[in-house]
């Protein structure tokens, strides 16, 4: 099966500043990239995705990148508000493992005010 | 707003007990999912269903049991509950494939004492 690695695993920044999570998977036949934003209390929601026909998607001060050669992928927010405070997992599903997407062990980013 | 409607929200027995959860969503998606999110907010796939049938079942105790009548209702029932078990379960739904948006309940948190 996936297994999806994730780093770091907290993550404290100053607001305005950007916030950088990396993951890697081992499936390379994974093609579908998403990204989940978790508040305290709440059920975790997409907030971007990419596919393998991508190298780089941006929507909102949310940027990810895809490397699949090195089978790595990125989240980058720009300009954090204290806001973007929560669990942030990745996750990689790939379509001949359809109906299943594997998450990454999650980041907690903290922006301070 | 909400779509995928979880019951109850929470839940305390005691170990050995038999508990039920259940799932509805509103979206008209054919695949549900249950994951498991424990104390350290891994989240971790359990079943998924595609037009009521199981598609994905990962290791899990076979204690767990999911049952779905519909693509529109998937339950999940734990006989004789362990100290393990205590977590959030995450009820999803998507559309077919492994490369589609999941949409999440609320979850059920688990605890047994």
């Known amino acids: 099966g996936e297994q999806v690695e994730q780093l770091p695993s907290i993550l404290r920044v100053q607001e305005g500043s950007s916030a950088s999570i990396n993951c890697t998977y081992e499936n390379s036949a994974s093609n579908y990239f998403p990204w989940y934003k978790q508040e305290p209390g709440e059920n975790p929601k997409l907030i971007i995705d990419i596919r393998s026909n991508m190298e780089r998607k941006q929507t909102q001060g949310l940027i990810v990148l895809l490397d699949k050669k090195a089978k790595r992928f990125s989240l980058h927010i720009t300009d954090t508000q204290p806001g973007d405070s929560a669990m942030y997992f990745c996750a990689a599903s790939a379509s001949n493992m359809g109906y299943k997407l594997t998450f990454g062990t999650g980041t907690s980013l903290l922006v301070d005010p | 707003e909400t779509a995928v409607f979880q019951t109850p929200n929470y839940h305390v027995t005691q170990v050995g007990n038999e508990v039920s959860f259940n799932c509805k969503q509103t979206l008209g998606h054919d695949t549900m999912y249950w994951y498991k999110q424990d104390s350290k907010k891994l989240l971790k796939i359990m079943f998924s269903?595609?037009?009521?049938?199981?598609?994905v079942n990962e290791t899990v105790p076979r204690r767990f049991s999911p049952q779905s009548s519909d693509k529109a209702h998937l339950n999940l029932r734990i006989k004789s509950v362990e100290p393990e078990d205590s977590a959030v379960y995450l009820c999803?739904?998507?559309?077919?494939?492994?490369?589609?948006?999941?949409?999440f309940g609320h979850g059920t948190k688990l605890s047994v004492l």
């Open positions: 999803a739904s998507s559309f077919t494939g492994g490369s589609e948006r999941l949409f």
């Open positions: 269903y595609n037009n009521k049938q199981l598609i």
